[in-house]
């Protein structure tokens, strides 16, 4: 890792060479390689302020996804009492039933403990407190918690846990955070911001990172210019008939062919700059990585589509150069918070303290810590050429070196409604014959019908259901079974049979066409 700073003065290498010859070119190497540096470094390196945004936004996505999403759905689809059992994903993803820890036990206490320790390390990491601790808690049980369940994630999910694990080899505490507090000293005491201001980090974690991003980008926009769809400018007006992903303002905005149609070519355009947040530097990169941040906070504003848009726009925090930064140092923000820090000292009684015995520090040895640098470097190396051989599968570019695994990669994969959107609106209908001889819809607790639903979205409980539901809908219908058993045991009303219908309702650019189609996946007494 190498900070953006100045070499000392003086500092020199010896010639090795003899003669005219060896001091003619060294001085020339040198010349040529500080050239290259200063064409990496504002393009592969961050700033130690973009590394803390990054950390605070993306433990805010973690402890937001966690309290918002999942403890909603903690005996649903974390518990045996749910749809998804431990012997469900035992026989469907045994390598997944053996890693992960929230599968140890199938009792709600004991993932509320594991939800628990997450929300605080989560907390911890947007603090900065032991920063690389709660890093390290915060991705193997967020990874364990996706093992768990398959079937209600989607790719915002496993960007989230890329960039987190890639998080353990930045600084991340090294500006805005409680370590740095603890390790420096401004003139008027402690100082959560740190020094180094404008310092630069340039390693091969930081090009990971960046080049992670860019990648998915880049080949969402290949992928977007081999779409007919979305070259023909009618793609976005599709997805925005999609009924089950709209949400807030994008039921409105259906009734606007024309910003649509804009919103279209404005996607497309974007992602074909996708590589301009790696060539260019400084303001130009600004305006690039603030038009990616626009497009996901409109994607938040109109769509269900989880943490996706909250994931990315964390991630593009670090391509924003130190012009920014120095910004919003400046700001009354830090003057707020400089002066809430100094009434908060001045307020809280210092507890005497006593300072405890100095326990002699070991000293790694130098080849020892080389040997740390090449092994990190080669994990980060393997670890992009992976995620990049991931991508690549997913969109088809090449094929799987597992093709047994090639649903599951679909399912959690990173294109988003590329190549294509789908062409039809999908939704659930779970039909429950009471005692009485009435069969209802469950959803809604009206007779049970098999028209098209007037607003699909509805007819799931939360974001978790509509997931699950979609990424079964393939499935054989035994693994509609624990659906059922949950089904029976959690109504209140007195059900005889249950029976699950799957609806697809054909769309296209002009809205939905022709009859919905019904498919039914399980019916079961109870």
């Not at 505490?173 to 911001?193: E, M, N, T, Y």
Request: a neutral charge; one cysteine or more.
């Amino acid at each position: 890792m190498v900070a953006d700073r100045s070499p000392p003065s003086g500092s020199s290498g010896a010639d090795t060479g003899s003669g005219s010859a060896g001091r003619s070119t060294t001085p020339a190497v040198r010349s040529w390689i500080s050239a290259v540096r200063s064409v990496i470094r504002p393009r592969l390196g961050i700033d130690l302020r973009a590394l803390a945004a990054f950390r605070i936004a993306i433990g805010l996505v973690v402890l937001g996804d966690l309290l918002l999403l999942r403890v909603p759905g903690l005996v649903p689809f974390y518990t045996d009492a749910g749809v998804f059992p431990r012997s469900a994903l035992a026989e469907t993803y045994p390598t997944f039933a053996s890693v992960s820890v929230h599968a140890l036990s199938g009792s709600p206490w004991a993932q509320g403990v594991l939800f628990a320790i997450a929300a605080v390390a989560a907390i911890c990491l947007c603090l900065g407190y032991r920063t690389r601790l709660a890093t390290l808690v915060s991705v193997a049980l967020l990874a364990s918690l996706q093992l768990r369940n398959p079937h209600v994630l989607n790719g915002g999910d496993t960007i989230l846990t890329s960039l987190l694990f890639l998080g353990l080899f930045l600084p991340l505490s090294a500006r805005w955070s409680l370590d740095a507090r603890r390790r420096h000293r401004g003139p008027g005491g402690r100082s959560w911001w740190g020094t180094d201001g404008g310092a630069r980090v340039v390693s091969v974690a930081t090009a990971t990172a960046l080049l992670h991003l860019v990648f998915i980008y880049a080949t969402n926009a290949v992928l977007k210019f081999q779409s007919e769809p979305w070259m023909e400018g009618v793609a976005v007006e599709r997805i925005f008939h999609l009924e089950q992903f709209l949400a807030l303002l994008g039921p409105f905005l259906t009734g606007f062919p024309l910003v649509l149609t804009a919103v279209n070519w404005a996607w497309v355009g974007t992602l074909s700059a996708a590589p301009l947040l790696i060539v260019l530097a400084g303001r130009g990169r600004t305006v690039v990585a603030a038009a990616f941040v626009c497009s996901h906070l409109g994607m938040a504003a109109t769509m269900e589509i989880g943490v996706f848009p909250f994931v990315m726009v964390s991630g593009l925090l670090l391509f924003l150069p130190p012009r920014v930064w120095d910004r919003v140092e400046r700001s009354r923000t830090r003057a707020f918070l400089d002066g809430l820090e100094s009434r908060i000292r001045h307020t809280v009684p210092r507890r005497p303290t006593t300072p405890l015995p100095s326990i002699p520090s070991a000293t790694v040895p130098a080849a020892l810590r080389r040997v740390g640098r090449v092994g990190v470097a080669v994990v980060l190396a393997t670890l992009l050429l992976t995620l990049v051989l991931w991508q690549t599968v997913q969109a088809g570019f090449v094929d799987s070196p597992a093709p047994e695994l090639t649903a599951e990669i679909d399912d959690v994969g990173w294109v988003f409604f590329a190549p294509n959107p789908p062409d039809a609106s999908r939704g659930y209908v779970v039909e429950a014959e009471l005692e009485s001889g009435d069969r209802i819809d469950l959803a809604t607790g009206e007779p049970a019908t098999l028209d098209r639903p007037p607003d699909p979205i509805e007819t799931y409980p939360s974001t978790l259901w509509k997931r699950f539901g979609g990424n079964i809908r393939s499935a054989e219908p035994g693994q509609f079974e624990p659906s059922v058993e949950y089904i029976c045991d959690r109504s209140a009303h007195r059900i005889e049979t249950v029976t699950i219908y799957s609806l697809e309702q054909p769309v296209g650019p002009d809205g939905p066409t022709g009859e919905p189609v019904a498919d039914e996946r399980i019916s079961r007494t109870c």
